[in-house]
């Protein structure tokens, strides 16, 4: 089972709309469920996503070579890809992870719109809870 709140899917299905028709993608990230306010029901080591990286379309080393270099791997446990014009599974061109989150229009959150999957393309089941991260500011 994947765990991702409410609050990154909405934030993510925002940034593939805005995009459109461009794709979007960038990491995503988890902390485990006994830090997040409303996720009770979880076991405390859960990991839930809950963050990402704010993509950089402008990195020319990302666009040719494919690689992000502006997040380091072992803070993106994740990957979300917007395939504007496409299904929803994983392709060839998206950046693998341990998990990555897919978006189609009309980028709503439904079975045929977002889903999970593993980096063998085979769809993960996913449950979206109603959960927060701490409050964190850029003062800490």
Not at 76 to 87: D, I, K, L, M, T
Not at 88 to 104: C, H, K
Request: hydrophobic share 40%; proline share 11%; charged share 25%.
């Amino acid at each position: 089972m994947v765990y991702v709140t409410r609050g990154l899917v909405d934030i993510l299905l925002a940034l593939a709309s805005d995009a459109d028709p461009d794709d979007v993608t960038t990491g995503v990230s988890v902390i485990p469920a006994s830090e997040l306010d409303g996720a009770d029901g979880l076991p405390p080591d859960t990991p839930v996503f809950t963050d990402f990286f704010l993509p950089d379309p402008g990195n020319p080393v990302n666009a040719v070579f494919g690689v992000d270099l502006s997040t380091p791997a072992r803070q993106a446990q994740g990957r979300f890809v917007s395939h504007p014009v496409g299904e929803l599974e994983v392709t060839r061109r998206d950046d693998l992870a341990e998990v990555i989150f897919v978006a189609v229009p009309p980028w709503d959150v439904d079975d045929r719109s977002f889903g999970a999957f593993d980096r063998s393309g085979e769809r993960q089941p996913l449950e979206i809870i109603d959960a927060s991260p701490p409050g964190q500011s850029l003062t800490d």
